[in-house]
């Protein structure tokens, strides 16, 4: 088209302008001269002929230079593309560089009303002369709280941040807020948590609280986790696939990361076993590894720990006694005439629990369910009663991970009337609600559970250990003496398990094959068993998770390569891109979803 000359703006007045018609931009469409084409401007510019209009031929000279050019670039590229494989390589091991300027606060103080502050001179020399550390203690004895603190006091903070992961994102953010409080801030400042789709770590924090699957996918990008000075893995003893992968992992990589602290909390629930798993000479799946042991002193020596474990460190955690009153649902305590010897529905047993504890001195009252939706029902029993008792002026609470932040809010914050809380087992370990006199233990709870006849992941509900069942009473007796309710008899608590199996021995493992693969810690299934786990997988359960992978399509039968890691775990993220949406979420949906 013929080049148009800018409009000069001068003073004269303007004439008015109208729009121009469909007419009439086609007229000027037809009119416009059209371009030459590509060839014949070659010819004529390579035979010295110029072409009528210049502005064809140096189009075209440009882009035969753009090619070469590009051509060039390619080859180049090509060139240097092992080095920058090199390059990857060599730098992949090293953490996301970002300033690090922690605020650490000048003055940090610790309430003596815990149990834990009474052993902090101990903890932290321990702390100072060992790489790993055992610190096992009662739930509410403040060691979730407080051991951040002295970390901070003994100055890890300055050489990279302390991370503290919990299994729950309920836990890390009530536990971010508390710490933020002792210490007079806001979140964000020293303190900050990040879980899935909310991240409050400011650029001066110091603490990072965060769920256990943070921690891995931050793995993928830090392998020896150099971000970090000390790491704390709190409530160990819940032994989920998180937790018992980390510390696999962290056992791993320590002797490359000689600067790095590790912290093991755990209620007192076998910590010997983390402590043994810890030590140079222990060998995860194999025991103690000396040559000069028979095998009678081999098995003698696992049964004690290594003189090269990290120590142990013990808190004390109730400070008033607590009275076990047993109420099973098929028992007469509460039994009216005319039920006979049918057993109880729970909810009832719950009422007459509340009803015989509201004769007792005034408290808060904690009660354990299964589930949500166990709890709407106890919710909508216990409004009712309340409604009808006046002398029962309680204020009943919900307490579950979907709960809003202000509701959540609300069972941490006492009122002036005393409250009930009903809750699931996030209260059993992970949160300590104040102010709880008495508990009301139903003696179940939700497990994940693989059937690998039936090849189906299950959520049953199953009757709790006899260590989950302590734990639940221990919540009370914090500030008074305290009662706990079991609605179930004492011959039931005797027959029961004394420890919960751990996740990674009742669950499918085909995501934490996948992730292992994705992560790159491993590059085949067979490197599975060898992977220092606290208690190694049957290979039945290996072999049934890399079936269903290789069903799947997300594994092949070569080794996986390390260099295309990632894909098949993170194929969701592109399902759009590639317009597969319908197909890809109810495969990743079947291999489970966590909580990060």
């Given amino acids: 088209m013929s080049e148009q000359k800018p409009t000069e703006h001068t003073d004269t007045p303007k004439t008015a302008r109208t729009a121009p018609s469909m007419a009439s931009m086609a007229a000027a469409i037809h009119a416009a001269p059209m371009r030459a084409p590509q060839k014949p401007a070659r010819a004529s510019q390579t035979s010295g002929e110029k072409p009528g209009d210049d502005s064809t031929a140096e189009p075209s000279s440009k882009r035969r230079n753009a090619h070469k050019n590009s051509s060039r670039k390619n080859n180049a590229s090509r060139s240097k593309t092992p080095q920058k494989r090199e390059h990857r390589k060599n730098h992949r091991d090293r953490a996301e560089q970002r300033p690090y300027n922690p605020l650490i606060p000048a003055v940090i103080t610790y309430p003596e009303e815990l149990p834990v502050s009474e052993r902090r001179e101990d903890i932290k020399a321990a702390i100072r002369d060992h790489q790993v550390i055992i610190v096992a203690g009662e739930t509410g004895s403040g060691k979730t709280t407080q051991l951040p603190k002295m970390c901070l006091e003994l100055g890890l903070a300055e050489k990279g941040m302390i991370g503290h992961t919990q299994p729950r994102r309920l836990a890390a953010r009530s536990v971010a807020e508390r ?207 309340v409604a009808k008792s006046p002398r029962m002026n309680y204020e009943v609470l919900p307490l579950y991970a979907r709960l809003s932040l202000a509701e959540q809010h609300r069972v941490f914050t006492p009122g002036s009337r005393p409250r009930i809380v009903l809750a699931t087992n996030v209260a059993e370990t992970s949160l300590t ?23 189906v ?91 269903l992978l290789r069903e799947l399509g997300a594994l092949s039968e070569k080794p996986a390569r390390t260099d295309k890691r990632g894909e098949a775990s993170s194929c969701y993220l592109d399902a759009d891109r590639y317009g597969a949406c319908n197909e890809c979420v109810p495969g990743r949906s079947a291999l489970g979803a966590h909580d990060y």
Avoid at 439 to 454: E, K, Q
Avoid at 457 to 481: F, H, K, M, T, Y
């Fill in 433 to 455: 609600v104040p102010g709880i006199k008495y508990v009301i233990d139903t003696g179940t709870a939700r497990i994940s559970r693989y059937s690998a006849r039936t090849k």
């Fill in 179 to 385: 710490i933020a409080e002792e210490l007079g801030q806001k979140i964000g400042e020293t303190v900050g948590y990040q879980v899935r789709f909310t991240s409050e770590v400011g650029e001066n924090s110091a603490i990072k609280l965060m769920t256990d699957g943070i921690l891995l996918a931050e793995i993928q990008h830090d392998k020896l986790l150099r971000k970090y000075s000390t790491l704390i893995i709190d409530e160990a003893h819940e032994r989920s696939l998180n937790i018992d992968f980390i510390l696999g992992y962290l056992k791993r990589i320590l002797p490359q990361r000689p600067d790095l602290k590790v912290i093991i909390t755990s209620a007192t629930i076998d910590p010997e076993r983390f402590a043994r798993h810890f030590a140079p000479s222990f060998v995860p799946g194999k025991g103690v590894v000396d040559d000069s042991l028979s095998d009678e002193e081999r098995e003698l020596a696992e049964q004690i720990l290594p003189d090269d474990a990290p120590p142990i460190i013990e808190v004390s955690g109730r400070t008033y006694p607590v009275e076990i009153r047993y109420r099973p649902l098929d028992g007469d305590d509460y039994a009216d005439e005319d039920e006979g010897d049918e057993d109880r529905d729970p909810t009832d047993g719950i009422l007459a629990a509340v009803e015989e504890l509201s004769k007792e001195a005034p408290g808060d009252i904690l009660i354990f369910f299964s589930g949500e939706r166990e709890i709407r029902d106890a919710h909508d029993a216990l409004e009712s009663l």
């Fill in 457 to 547: 992941q299950r959520l049953p509900i199953e009757r709790i250990s006899q260590a989950s069942a302590n734990q639940r009473s221990g919540r009370c007796g914090r500030v008074s003496d305290g009662i706990a309710i079991r609605l179930y008899s004492e011959d039931d608590f005797a027959s029961r398990s004394e420890f919960t199996d751990p996740e990674i021995l009742r669950t499918n493992l085909a995501a934490v094959i996948l992730q292992m693969i994705a992560i790159g810690v491993v590059r085949e299934p067979g490197d599975i068993a060898r992977f220092p786990f606290v208690q190694p997988p049957a290979s039945r359960a290996i072999n049934d998770g890399v079936n």
